[in-house]
């Protein structure tokens, strides 16, 4: 049976995500300053913020107790889940990390030299001047993998616990204020049973919380119909499919492509583009992505990719070379319509791609989810300072 094209619309939210409830008193709880779900570019930018800023505000920190900031990461470690081809803009490091040489950045290179191509079967047409939404001179080529483990590791040495292996599974609220999320259970069989290495669930109680999930985050589909902030417009998505390649001549350039092997056709809906970025002296990052608004049922980025691969000018760069890893993510897609209407209500925030944050346009994502986890450490600290838990603040910054 050929696959169906996903719905370009949010999943409907499971009203047990939201716990409305005091914890129960028998349940394992553990306090802490701020907990927050992701250990991503926004989350972990969020914990590293939070922590700088309570340097200079020592009675502050004492409130915040032994754990002041605990990040929440499904995967193994910060980044597993992180998939990308990035060329991210510099500001967001250099505002988090002011005093740091950006020789020390967890990126591949400085783009130097970068071109867009329009694609028929058989040939590649540059185009120039090229389209300035494109343009990316003076970005820096990484991976959101890569900027994740080093985020995490900044954090770590900071103060912030992350709790890997760990699933965000329930939202706390308690008179209309996030008070924190339950953790899933370990050690669960298919049908729910327990295993042997069963561990319970714990409740991290907390004066603040940051949702940075991701893309279709259970707990923020959750908190915005709980909460009726949903966006204007419904969310809309892109399936981005990316594989890396050793190669035997070093790629001097980031490269975009429009055109084929997408039908241009408004019978067909499909719309989306390429990119391949050098990773170092010989490496390239190669990728495809598109909407998932298409009319096709059988269409497929993964095959789009495959196709893609034996285009002239596409397998000239990849010539004796061969593929070391591979993987795939959604992207939202909506823009600014499709943002929830507010970012925070008493006690939460919500950050990065949980809230759209992602300029279709311009490709770009990373630096919108770090300078969002940083405005939310501010608004945060700010508030808990005054016993508040209003961060409204944030949906101003």
Same mark, same amino acid.
């Given at each position: 049976?050929?696959?169906?094209?996903?719905?370009?619309?949010?999943?409907?939210?499971?009203?047990?995500?939201?716990?409305?409830?005091?914890?129960?008193?028998?349940?394992?709880?553990?306090?802490?300053?701020?907990?927050? $779900?992701?250990? &991503?570019?926004? !989350?972990?930018?969020?914990?590293?913020?939070? *922590?700088?800023?309570? /340097?200079?505000?020592?009675? %502050?920190?004492?409130?915040?107790?032994?754990?002041?900031?605990?990040?929440?990461?499904?995967?193994?470690?910060?980044?597993?889940?992180?998939?990308?081809?990035?060329?991210?803009?510099?500001?967001?490091?250099?505002?988090?990390?002011?005093?740091?040489?950006?020789?020390?950045?967890?990126?591949?290179?400085?783009?130097?030299?970068?071109?867009?191509?329009?694609?028929?079967?058989?040939?590649?047409?540059?185009?120039?001047?090229?389209?300035?939404?494109?343009?990316?001179?003076?970005?820096?080529?990484?991976?959101?993998?890569?900027?994740?483990?080093?985020?995490?590791?900044?954090?770590?040495?900071?103060?912030?616990?992350?709790?890997?292996?760990?699933?965000?599974?329930?939202?706390?609220?308690?008179?209309?204020?996030?008070?924190? $999320?339950?953790? &899933?259970?370990? !050690?669960?069989?298919?049908?729910?049973?327990? *295993?042997?290495?069963? /561990?319970?669930?714990?409740? %991290?109680?907390?004066?603040?919380?940051?949702?940075?999930?991701?893309?279709?985050?259970?707990?923020?589909?959750?908190?915005?119909?709980?909460?009726?902030?949903?966006?204007?417009?419904?969310?809309?998505?892109?399936?981005?499919?990316?594989?890396?390649?050793?190669?035997?001549?070093?790629?001097?350039?980031?490269?975009?492509?429009?055109?084929?092997?997408?039908?241009?056709?408004?019978?067909?809906?499909?719309?989306?583009?390429?990119?391949?970025?050098?990773?170092?002296?010989?490496?390239?990052?190669?990728?495809?992505?598109?909407?998932?608004?298409?009319?096709?049922?059988?269409?497929?980025?993964?095959?789009?990719?495959?196709?893609?691969?034996?285009?002239?000018?596409?397998?000239?760069?990849?010539?004796?070379?061969?593929?070391?890893?591979?993987?795939?993510?959604?992207?939202?897609?909506?823009?600014?319509?499709?943002?929830?209407?507010?970012?925070?209500?008493?006690?939460?925030?919500?950050?990065?791609?949980?809230?759209?944050?992602?300029?279709?346009?311009?490709?770009?994502?990373?630096?919108?989810?770090?300078?969002?986890?940083?405005?939310?450490?501010?608004?945060?600290?700010?508030?808990?300072?005054?016993?508040?838990?209003?961060?409204?603040?944030?949906?101003?910054?």
């Amino acid at each position: 049976m050929p696959p169906v094209a996903p719905s370009a619309y949010p999943p409907p939210f499971d009203p047990e995500d939201v716990i409305t409830r005091p914890s129960d008193p028998e349940d394992e709880r553990i306090e802490v300053g701020a907990a927050i $779900v992701g250990a &991503g570019p926004a !989350g972990l930018a969020a914990a590293i913020k939070i *922590l700088q800023l309570l /340097e200079d505000r020592p009675e %502050l920190a004492e409130k915040m107790g032994e754990v002041p900031v605990a990040v929440v990461e499904k995967g193994k470690v910060a980044g597993a889940h992180a998939m990308s081809g990035a060329c991210m803009r510099p500001s967001a490091m250099e505002e988090l990390f002011p005093d740091m040489d950006r020789s020390e950045w967890p990126v591949y290179q400085e783009v130097t030299k970068d071109a867009v191509y329009l694609l028929t079967e058989k040939k590649a047409i540059p185009l120039k001047p090229m389209p300035p939404n494109f343009a990316n001179h003076g970005n820096y080529i990484t991976s959101v993998a890569k900027l994740s483990r080093f985020l995490a590791e900044k954090a770590e040495e900071m103060g912030a616990y992350i709790l890997t292996e760990t699933a965000a599974d329930k939202l706390l609220v308690e008179d209309q204020i996030v008070k924190g $999320v339950r953790s &899933g259970d370990r !050690g669960r069989g298919r049908q729910g049973q327990e *295993l042997g290495n069963f /561990e319970p669930g714990s409740d %991290l109680i907390a004066k603040a919380t940051v949702l940075a999930e991701g893309v279709v985050g259970h707990l923020t589909y959750a908190a915005l119909d709980h909460f009726d902030i949903n966006g204007l417009d419904p969310q809309r998505f892109e399936l981005g499919v990316k594989e890396v390649w050793e190669v035997e001549e070093p790629l001097d350039q980031v490269i975009h492509t429009m055109g084929w092997p997408l039908r241009k056709s408004a019978k067909y809906k499909e719309f989306g583009g390429s990119w391949i970025y050098p990773m170092g002296d010989n490496k390239v990052s190669i990728g495809y992505v598109a909407g998932l608004d298409y009319t096709d049922a059988t269409f497929s980025v993964h095959d789009v990719l495959q196709q893609f691969k034996t285009h002239p000018f596409i397998r000239k760069i990849l010539k004796g070379g061969k593929r070391v890893g591979w993987g795939a993510k959604t992207i939202p897609m909506g823009g600014y319509w499709s943002m929830p209407k507010r970012l925070a209500v008493p006690g939460m925030c919500i950050a990065g791609d949980s809230a759209g944050m992602v300029n279709v346009a311009e490709l770009k994502g990373v630096h919108y989810a770090m300078h969002a986890g940083m405005y939310a450490a501010e608004a945060i600290v700010d508030a808990l300072e005054k016993d508040s838990v209003d961060f409204s603040a944030y949906d101003e910054k």
